[in-house]
Each structure stands twice: as C-alpha cells, then as structure tokens.
C-alpha cells in the first residue's frame, strides 16, 4: 500500500500582528526555528554560536530527508480579514491539489500531521483533503515527537525569511544570526530549492 505523509505547519497568524502568512505543507525535544533566530523563548539568553548549531543541526537534517515541500505565501494586506485570507489559502491549497492530483491519488492513503495550532487552518485541511482523497486521517502533532514536522516549521521560517528578503525587510535578529542577505541567501535558500515540489521531476 502506497502511503504519504503530510506535516503542515504555518508562519505567522490570523490576527493583526503579523505581515505575512505562510502555510507549508512537508535531542527528543523541537526545535523551533522562529524563536532560535529571534533569541525568544526556550532560547531566550542562550548565545547565538548555541542557537544557530541547533538550527543547523535541523537544516543538515532537512537537506538529507527524502522530502518535498510546498509552501504557499500571503500578503495579509492584500487580504484584510480573517474570511478573506482563509477563503485565499482554500483556493490556493485547492488548485495546488488539483494541478497535482496525479501525484497525490496515486497514493492509497495520507496521513495528514497538524499540531491544531490555529482552528482556520485545521478546518481548511479537513475541508480540502477529506473532499479530495478516500482514505486520508488526521493526526494531531506533538512537534518535539516528529522531526519531520520540525522540518515543516523550518520550511516555513525560510519561506518567510526568502519574503522579508525580497522585501528588504529583515529584521537586526535575521541579520545577526544569518551574518548578511548574502549568506541566508546563498548558505540557506539556495539550497533547500530543489527540495521544492514544484522543482520535482515528473
């Protein structure tokens, strides 16, 4: 039986605090890329020679799983409201589907990892998946549990960090830890492209 598994985690949120939204599809405890470049949380007073070797750690990682990933990014000005950036990721994530479904129902089952972190999200992917396979289940994550949803919040991070750069955004946290644009450019994004569904071979 043909089985695929997919992790999803999310950059930023619903609500007004954040400028972009980006949902992506791919020791025993997380790591959590977000907070590892900003200093917050867990990571909070550790230096930043210990932050990044935990980020690289899961980077090397990343780079040697045999995984695709698809991430899909939203301007939230270009979406004002709750309903109208879920109704955008809907549609995004639906033709993406489509445009793949020889790929996807080629699969007898899929598992679908989601932490359940923001209710827009888990109802989307109920909505989304179970309308377009038989067959698929959902679990719940606990992140510090599966790598490969540590690498999906990876994916997201980098996702996020490629827009601000785009953007000339960055923050002194993403530069600091990064060193410059040229080496988060050269060192992480270029890298990890060809892991890109949409680079795969068909």
Do not use: W
């Amino acid at each position: 039986m043909a089985e695929l598994s997919v992790f999803v985690d999310e950059a930023g949120d619903f609500g007004p605090d954040s400028v972009y939204y980006v949902p992506a599809l791919d020791a025993d405890r997380a790591i959590h890329t977000g907070p590892a470049i900003r200093g917050e949380s867990e990571y909070r007073g550790l230096p930043v020679e210990v932050r990044r070797r935990e980020f690289n750690r899961l980077y090397a990682f990343a780079r040697r799983a045999p995984v695709l990933h698809q991430a899909f990014s939203f301007r939230k000005r270009e979406h004002p409201s709750r309903l109208r950036l879920k109704g955008a990721i809907s549609r995004a994530l639906s033709q993406f589907l489509q445009d793949n479904a020889a790929y996807f129902l080629s699969f007898d089952r899929v598992i679908v990892y989601y932490d359940n972190g923001q209710a827009e999200i888990t109802d989307v992917l109920n909505t989304l998946f179970n309308a377009f396979f038989f067959g698929v289940e959902f679990r719940r994550v606990v992140p510090a549990r599966y790598r490969l949803f540590q690498v999906a919040d990876l994916h997201c991070t980098l996702e996020l960090l490629r827009l601000k750069l785009r953007d000339g955004t960055l923050s002194r946290s993403d530069l600091f830890f990064f060193g410059s644009r040229r080496a988060l450019r050269k060192d992480y994004l270029n890298k990890l492209e060809n892991r890109q569904f949409s680079r795969r071979k068909r």
